[in-house]
């Protein structure tokens, strides 16, 4: 089945999460970019398997999803207590996924019904796509005309409401000629670089390669890329960030070749509650995933793997964290309390 583009702003075409009023459709972001096949969740349990697959993946996404999931629970008169404790288990460390289920939670215990939760469940939805359009614009003001970035994972359209978070920044860059050159790196073991990103931007007519992960750095010293821009899985509240695996090693290598490196996300993604991204628990995914390819194994039997889903990047390698609230250049627990405390 093929996307239906939206008619919005331009280099942004794809919705991977739509609510059908009694069911969730979701664009299965596993068989991307070879087949767009969409699955109907029809209860919490269903979203709940789809978000611990891999089906809907990116903090912002698997939040608006979960959320959707409340809905269906209260429609179909389940115990929304399990089922806020199933969702909330389907994956640990993107902490979107907590704030819209505390906040569905805050809605339930003030007596909303199930309308009341849908209303709730699309104001999440609306308003992530509103700040992500926002973060866009703030982010690439950042940046220098005629420049190249890197970009990691997929934090576009598919991973959120739409536009996206870093890749909203790069659309948005792209959009005002501000980003001349845009790289994106394939992001094993999911390949969601190569697999997803590279979908979203030869869709939406943006110019891209794509390169290997280990050839980040040599990219870094060609003097090809001035920025970097990643998204985020947690914001711990001195700064410190979880995103998907890799984005460590790609801050570091910035630092050394005097790249700068932006983080986007939006504010649900900060954790204040977090002192430090020590403190942030990093999911942990079957090894299997390492030992295989598209369901191919590629390495021999016996073979064991190691498999983090996540790492974090101190705060002192990041240029600057972009969220819908405004910039903070060169963050530290002072300027994030600043913006984020209560």
């Keep these: 089945m093929t996307i239906s583009p939206t008619p919005t702003r331009d280099h942004d075409t794809v919705r991977a999460v739509q609510w059908?009023?009694?069911?969730?459709?979701?664009?299965?972001?596993?068989?991307?970019?070879?087949?767009?096949?969409?699955?109907?969740?029809?209860?919490?349990?269903?979203?709940?398997?789809?978000?611990?697959?891999?089906?809907?993946?990116?903090?912002?996404?698997?939040?608006?999803?979960?959320?959707?999931?409340?809905?269906?629970?209260?429609?179909?008169?389940?115990?929304?207590?399990?089922?806020?404790?199933?969702?909330?288990?389907?994956?640990?460390?993107?902490?979107?996924?907590?704030?819209?289920?505390?906040?569905?939670?805050?809605?339930?215990?003030?007596?909303?019904?199930?309308?009341?939760?849908?209303?709730?469940?699309?104001?999440?939805?609306?308003?992530?796509?509103?700040?992500?359009?926002?973060?866009?614009?703030?982010?690439?003001?950042?940046?220098?005309?005629?420049?190249?970035?890197?970009?990691?994972?997929?934090?576009?359209?598919?991973?959120?409401?739409?536009?996206?978070?870093?890749?909203?920044v790069i659309r948005a860059g792209v959009a005002a000629g501000r980003i001349h050159r845009v790289y994106a790196g394939e992001t094993r073991p999911w390949q969601q670089g190569a697999r997803l990103t590279m979908y979203e931007l030869v869709r939406d007519g943006i110019p891209a390669q794509l390169i290997a992960d280990s050839a980040a750095a040599h990219l870094m010293k060609s003097g090809a890329v001035q920025w970097v821009i990643v998204g985020a899985d947690r914001i711990a509240a001195n700064g410190d960030t979880a995103n998907k695996i890799g984005t460590y090693q790609l801050a570091i290598a910035a630092k050394y070749h005097g790249v700068k490196f932006m983080v986007v996300a939006p504010s649900s993604t900060v954790d204040m509650a977090t002192a430090t991204g020590e403190e942030i628990e990093i999911e942990l995914r079957d090894p299997a995933e390492l030992l295989a390819t598209a369901g191919r194994r590629t390495v021999v039997d016996g073979a064991q793997a190691w498999n983090p889903v996540f790492d974090v990047a101190p705060a002192e390698l990041i240029t600057a964290i972009v969220t819908e609230r405004g910039v903070i250049e060169r963050p530290d627990a002072i300027a994030m309390q600043a913006m984020f405390g209560s």
């Design 20 to 168: 059908q009023g009694d069911r969730l459709r979701l664009l299965d972001q596993r068989l991307l970019p070879g087949e767009e096949r969409w699955i109907d969740c029809r209860d919490a349990a269903a979203v709940t398997q789809a978000i611990r697959d891999l089906v809907v993946r990116g903090a912002p996404a698997i939040g608006i999803a979960a959320a959707w999931g409340v809905v269906l629970a209260a429609q179909q008169g389940q115990s929304l207590d399990d089922v806020l404790v199933m969702l909330r288990a389907a994956r640990p460390t993107a902490v979107n996924l907590m704030w819209a289920l505390d906040r569905m939670k805050a809605r339930i215990a003030a007596g909303a019904d199930a309308a009341a939760l849908e209303r709730e469940a699309q104001a999440i939805q609306d308003e992530d796509l509103a700040a992500n359009r926002h973060m866009g614009e703030l982010g690439a003001a950042l940046i220098a005309p005629g420049s190249g970035v890197l970009t990691h994972c997929n934090t576009g359209s598919l991973a959120t409401a739409g536009y996206g978070t870093a890749l909203g």
